[in-house]
């Protein structure tokens, strides 16, 4: 199976050297000197990591056989992709690949059925859950503990505690008259209490 584990940025310097954005929770893994990567765009793969350093909090790495900088930045928007044994689990039991979460059933914490997971989506500041809902619509969901406190693989499902909003509630408030003397109280309460007082611990 392949992951993609980092797309190319930058070319940094004028030896080949490159920015990564890192896309994996292994990159001294995944990203060490030695590791063959394909990718996408396929025509400028496979290519072998030379060597890889920290450079102002930003992974720099450099391919066999590109030497210069107009090498590097021709690479620029690349995507890097692992070859991973499907049935391999990441060693941090909080951590997971998109391909076991996705088609997951997402639920909230009162087992409310929002839909299944469509897809991870790897963005620079965090990961976000693309949930396709069950009226056909589509909601992303910050991969975080706070909101998504529970992975159960072997139930098959996510458990989400959104804060309100996150999934499209609309709250409206009734407000009384103004001016009206035997004016009823119409208004209800459409939020969701989200109980959790903390110690619920994410499987992420």
């Known amino acids: 199976m ?13 030896k080949g050297d490159v920015t990564v954005e890192v896309r994996t929770d292994e990159p001294e893994l995944r990203l060490a000197p030695g590791a063959v990567l394909a990718t996408d ?19 720099l790495l450099r391919f066999e056989g590109v030497s210069d900088r107009t090498a590097a930045e021709a690479l620029r928007n690349t995507l890097l992709i692992a070859e991973v044994d499907p049935d391999e689990s990441p060693e941090d039991p909080e951590e997971f690949y998109d391909h076991q979460l996705e088609d997951l059933e997402v ?18 500041a965090q990961d976000l859950l693309v949930v396709r809902r069950e009226d056909g619509g589509e909601v992303l969901i910050p991969f975080v503990g706070e909101i998504v406190p529970k992975i159960d693989l072997e139930a098959q499902r996510a458990v989400v505690d959104p804060p309100p909003g996150l999934l499209g509630e609309d709250v409206e408030e009734t407000e009384e008259p103004e001016e009206s003397e035997e004016s009823e109280e119409t208004g209800a309460d459409h939020g969701r209490e989200r109980g959790r007082d903390g110690g619920q611990e994410s499987s992420r």
């Open 41 to 59: 765009p396929p025509t400028v793969g496979p290519l072998t990591i030379a060597a890889g350093r920290v450079h102002s909090g930003r992974l």
């Open 107 to 124: 639920v909230t914490v009162d087992g409310t059925v929002v839909g299944r997971i469509e897809s991870v989506a790897h963005l620079p």
């Open 2 to 14: 392949q992951l993609v584990v980092a797309r190319i940025g930058r070319a940094h310097g004028i």
